[in-house]
């Protein structure tokens, strides 16, 4: 079992930066690949970014690429987003989850089904 707590979100201008924490309880049973999404209202949740937690290897949408980065403190349990460069329509609440037995890095990473755990989200809000 995995419990995932976000924090960070917030509400902040278009340019503007947030960083979030993903902190696991435990990875007891698995929970070796970490990622980010996110979901606006109305729309499906999409895969943001993800990290191998033995490795450190990253992917990203490409919506995000060169704005977020994902990183981690293993000795803290703990999972970053950093969000740079925000923009309007990076509005959405953002989850952290936990998952494991991926393939070579790919955009499976970014498939929420591949997630077993799963945080309670945190809100991030652009306003032009």
């Known amino acids: 079992q995995v419990q995932l707590v976000e924090s960070g979100g917030g509400s902040v201008q278009a340019g503007g930066s947030l960083r979030l924490s993903c902190v696991a309880s435990?990875?007891?049973?698995?929970?070796?690949?970490m990622g980010w999404f996110r979901q606006a209202p109305g729309k499906e949740r999409e895969g943001v970014a993800a990290?191998?937690?033995?490795?450190?290897?990253?992917y990203y949408a490409d919506s995000v690429k060169g704005r977020f980065t994902i990183s981690q403190d293993n000795a803290k349990n703990t999972v970053y987003l950093q969000l740079s460069s925000l923009k309007p329509e990076d509005t959405a609440m953002y989850y952290c989850?936990?998952?494991?037995?991926?393939?070579?890095?790919?955009?499976?990473?970014?498939?929420?089904?591949?997630?077993?755990?799963w945080g309670q989200g945190t809100q991030v809000t652009v306003s032009s």
């Open positions: 989850a936990a998952g494991s037995n991926f393939p070579p890095r790919s955009w499976i990473w970014l498939l929420p089904g591949r997630y077993k755990y």
């Open positions: 435990a990875y007891t049973d698995g929970g070796n690949y």
């Open positions: 990290i191998y937690r033995g490795g450190g290897t990253t």
